[in-house]
């Protein structure tokens, strides 16, 4: 666990060396968190360089007040197992809160009692509940179920499973209730993980005939009780586009993954449901090849959290 903590921070303290990326800025953090004053081409800041221990940072959630995040890391590209810690981003202190469940994807609940996240560990995805401390660490029993999400009043678990082979729903489980209820299915096509909206009337998802073929990807909203099915995306847009990754704070936009075929390349973009407007959000920052971004946050303040293919968590402050 010791080197652990050890890799980890020295993740955090010794940012440096960005290979083929030095214009995006670095800070380093021996005491309380600062944010650099100055930013990359596309506004962001480094908050996490996998250090010489490659401790890598992939995938992150902010806490319900913005002063916290929950990241999943793990020392190096090929590494099975993986971790989770909290990150405090007033002080700069982590603390690791599950050690060796394989934890990917984690994602706070909106009460900040619990944060939810997929394990791989098990030779089937499952969906792990915990406390922010690591406390009451335990599995949902639904085998093949993966990336979950949180609904509004952070009693529902929103989560994509294979409910019957070859067929992939979007599901919620009641943790009141302790029941699962099927949200959205569809005879040919396979339903992506359901992101809620903040106010619970909608949900999005992305709908895909082959879970490995992403270039026939269509974001998709349903009304919360699933009816009324839109298919908003990509209509048209030459560009293909990796998954639904958030709701802004007020619910005007959606946060979303995209890119090209071929390419490899992974951006940021948000979209505006109400008018149909894709804006560009992240740009590949100068001297690297291509860069592959597929989870991302929305804090509470507008702020957004994202990390690449490379281990580096960064944060964008709020769009305009």
């Known amino acids: 666990m010791w080197r652990r903590l050890a890799a980890c921070w020295l993740g955090l303290v010794i940012l440096g060396g960005l290979v083929g990326c030095e214009d995006v800025p670095t800070s380093t953090l021996p005491g309380p968190y600062v944010p650099p004053p100055v930013k990359g081409d596309d506004g962001r800041r480094l908050l996490w360089e996998p250090g010489p221990m490659e401790a890598q940072c992939f995938e992150s959630s902010f806490s319900p007040d913005g002063t916290k995040v929950v990241v999943s890391y793990r020392f190096g590209i090929f590494a099975r197992a993986a971790d989770l810690a909290i990150l405090d981003l007033t002080t700069g202190k982590i603390n690791v809160i599950v050690e060796g469940n394989c934890a990917r994807r984690p994602t706070w609940s909106p009460t900040g009692e619990w944060v939810a996240y997929q394990s791989d560990g098990e030779a089937a995805p499952y969906i792990w509940l915990c406390r922010p401390d690591g406390s009451d660490n335990h599995r949902l029993e639904f085998k093949w179920a993966r990336t979950p999400r949180w609904g509004p009043e952070g009693d529902k678990v929103y989560f994509a499973y294979i409910y019957e082979p070859g067929k992939e729903y979007g599901v919620y489980y009641d943790l009141n209730e302790e029941k ?42 349903i009304n919360a009780d699933g009816s009324g099915l839109e298919v908003i995306w990509p209509a048209g847009r030459p560009r ?34 109400k008018t149909g407007i894709f804006r560009p959000l992240t740009k590949c920052p100068p001297r690297l090849e291509y860069e592959k971004i597929r989870y991302a946050s929305w804090g509470p303040n507008g702020d957004i959290l994202f990390g690449n293919h490379l281990g580096r968590l960064y944060l964008i402050e709020a769009p305009e």
């Open 240 to 273: 293909w586009w990796a998954g639904a990754l958030a709701w802004s704070p007020d619910g005007r936009y959606i946060l979303m993954g995209y890119g090209y075929p071929g390419s490899g390349l992974g951006e940021l973009g948000t979209y505006e449901p």
């Open 180 to 221: 699962l209820g099927i949200l959205y299915r569809d005879p040919l096509l396979k339903v992506g993980p359901p992101l809620p909206s903040p106010g619970g009337e909608k949900v999005a998802f992305y709908l895909f005939d082959n879970l490995q073929n992403y270039k026939d990807v269509n974001l998709a909203l």
